[in-house]
């Protein structure tokens, strides 16, 4: 089953986490690929540290996408390539895969969106995926069994307060 969490509101990677969670106390193997994030969110790591969930940085220390030289942009996208291949290679086993922004990744055409699929395809039934990120190309939504959009009514931000952790962050 693939499930999407994705939308311009906040609160996708946590709603990724609290199904991790929910697998985990069921007996899932639970793993994670971070991608275009620099450091394991807190959500995450914390249940790494209870020794549920395992979780792969993708793109360590990687800053804004936009930023970065096309030879930089190149070497990134290999990355996310051979992090992708080996993090959707699963033989057998309950499993929930949980790929953090995948939607920020196809975007920036970090990862193609035809190998994505191919990769989804190659599954056992008993694997269930989620994806997180603001957007997604059609082809995945018609292909999810489960889209739920994230959308921003209001937010702090709007009126000058500043991220607060343990909340947004």
Known sequence: MLRIYMGEGVGKTTAAAGLALRAAAHGRHVRVLQLLKPQISP???WLCDAGQ??????????????????????RRRAETE???AAFFTVQAGDFLLVADE????????MLAEKRLLSLLETLPDTVHVVLTGRYFPKTLLDAA???SEIRCVRH???NGVPAIEGLEY
């Open 145 to 147: 069994d489960c889209v």
């Open 53 to 74: 969930v395992s979780v792969t940085l993708a793109n360590p220390d990687i800053p804004f996408f936009h930023t970065l030289q096309e030879s930089e942009k190149a």
């Open 156 to 158: 702090p931000y709007q």
């Open 102 to 109: 995948m939607g920020g990744a196809l975007e920036n055409e």
């Open 43 to 45: 959500e995450f790591a």
């Open 82 to 84: 051979r992090a992708a």
